[in-house]
C-alpha cells in the first residue's frame, strides 16, 4: 500500500499542467468610476499593457468622450473611430487599430453619441463586431466616462464584470456609493471589483475599501470584492505627460508590480463566461436603442 501510494503522488508530481482551458470568447470589464480623474484610462492602457505582456490578446475599448484618453496616453493617432465604422465603409480591421506593447485598440470618437440613434444597418454592423472580439481577444476593457449618465450606464451594463476604481477621497467614496447604488437599485450588477487608486500606503486602501465594502453590504445588496491598490506614485502622471504608459517606461517601479499582481488576479480570478462578448454586443443595441 505504501508503495503503491508512493507510486501515484510520484506519477501524479509527474504530471504536466493542465493547460488553462480554451477560452471561447473574450471576457469584457467595463471600468468605471463615480468621480471624474481617478486613474481609469491609467488604468485600462496599463493593465492591457501587463495582460498583454501575459500573452493575452487584449483589445482596449475608448467609450469615454473626455480628452485626456486612451490614444493620448499611448501616443498613437487613431486612423478612423466607431464612427467611420458605423457609417463609412471602414471595416473592423482598419477601424482596430494596433498599439504599442501587442495592444489592439477602437476608439468610440463621436460613434459613442450615435449608439443612441442606429438604424437598422448601423445596428447590424454592430452586430459585425461580435465575431472579430470572438475571434481575436481574450479580454475587452471598456474605458467609460465618469458618473451616472446614459452613456456609462449603457457601457457598465452592457459589459459581464465591472472593475470600480476609486481614490482614497471622502468625495470619490460618496460619488462611487452614489453609481453603485444605481447598478443595484436597477439590478444591472450584484457585484464589483474595486480597485483602489492614488493611496499612500496599503493601510489607507484598505481603510476606504472597507468603508465603501461596509456600506454596500448594510444598504444594497452588493458584493464589492477587492482587486487591488496602486499607490500614489509620480512615474503615474510621468508616463502620461511624455505619453509612455509606466509599465513599459518603468517596469520594474513599485506600481508596475502592483499591475502586475492585479492582472494575475484578473486571469486567474474568474472563469470566462463563452457569452460575455455575445451578452456586450446584444446589450449595448437594447440599452441604447
Ligand atoms: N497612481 C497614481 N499616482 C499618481 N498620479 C496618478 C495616479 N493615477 C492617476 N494619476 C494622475 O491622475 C490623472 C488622471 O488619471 P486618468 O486620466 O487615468 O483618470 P480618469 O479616471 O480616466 O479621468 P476621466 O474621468 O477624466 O476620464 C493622470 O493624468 C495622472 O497624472
Ligand atoms: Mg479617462
Known sequence: MDQAYK????????????????????????VTSGKGGVGKTSLVVNLGLTLARKGQRVLL??????????????????????YEFLYGDKSMEEVVYSAPG????????????????LDSTQRQRILELLPFLRARTDFVLVDTGAGISKNVLGFVSAAEEVVLVITP??????DAYSLIKVLAKFKVHSEARLVVNRARDEQEARQAATKLQVVCNRFLDFNLSYLGTILEDEVVGQGVKEQQPFVLSKPSSSVSRSLNLLADCLIEGKDCSPQAADMFINRLLRLFR
Open 169 to 174: 477621497e471622502p468625495t470619490s467614496l460618496t
Open 61 to 82: 475599448f475608448d467609450a469615454d468622450l473626455g480628452l485626456a484618453n486612451i490614444e493620448v496616453m499611448l501616443g498613437v493617432t487613431p486612423p478612423y473611430t466607431l
Open 102 to 117: 501587442g495592444l489592439q485598440v477602437i476608439s468610440g470618437g463621436s460613434g459613442i453619441h450615435e449608439l443612441a440613434h
Open 7 to 30: 507510486l501515484r503522488t510520484l506519477v501524479d508530481s509527474a504530471q504536466p499542467p493542465q493547460p488553462r482551458q480554451r477560452m471561447t470568447g473574450p471576457r469584457v470589464i467595463a
